[in-house]
């Protein structure tokens, strides 16, 4: 494996624990206001992004690459209202978007099929990922000023559940 791919996906694992990380901060705001759906939303956000890592880690190690991992950020992000981490995410999303599709080139540049063939599941993910986020922003701007219709999408998303990746490596 080119040695700039394998430190790019390196580098990949930790933006990908920072991503549950900045979910789960995100999980503790809406917590923190009484939001148990959208809570539990960016909960399973979060174990996502914990299974991309590990992932990458996985296909790392099925190529004889190491591995090494590095201190993970804290997030810096601060909210003030129920929109603010909406948006913050979208944010992080398309920032992801990017990671992976640089990745991506330096794969293709360096002939490394193999990694473009592994990518191209992320490269999918992330369209669904920038769409969710996208999805509750414009729920939330349709419908977060009246508390009723706040109650029905903090339900809607209280009953998101978990589901594995299913990408076999």
């Given at each position: 494996m080119d040695r700039k791919v394998s430190e790019l996906l390196n580098?990949?694992?930790?933006?990908?624990?920072?991503?549950?990380?900045?979910?789960?901060?995100?999980?503790?705001?809406?917590?923190?206001?009484?939001?148990?759906?959208?809570?539990n939303w960016y909960e399973i956000q979060a174990r996502e992004e914990q299974d991309h890592a590990m992932l990458i880690y996985q296909y790392l190690h099925n190529n004889n690459q190491k591995v090494t991992l590095e201190a993970i950020a804290k997030p810096d992000k601060a909210f003030s209202t129920l929109m603010d981490p909406l948006q913050v995410a979208y944010e992080h999303e398309q920032y992801v978007t990017a990671l992976i599709n640089a990745i991506y080139g330096a794969a293709q540049s360096a002939n490394d099929f193999r990694t473009v063939q592994f990518l191209d599941w992320f490269v999918k993910e992330q369209g669904e990922e920038e769409k969710n986020s996208s999805d509750l922003i414009t729920k939330m701007e349709l419908f977060g000023s009246d508390a009723k219709a706040l109650y029905m999408l903090n339900s809607e998303l209280q009953a998101r559940v978990y589901a594995a990746p299913s990408l076999t490596l």
């Open positions: 580098d990949q694992i930790n933006k990908e624990f920072y991503s549950a990380y900045l979910y789960l901060d995100i999980a503790n705001f809406y917590s923190d206001k009484g939001l148990d759906g959208f809570a």
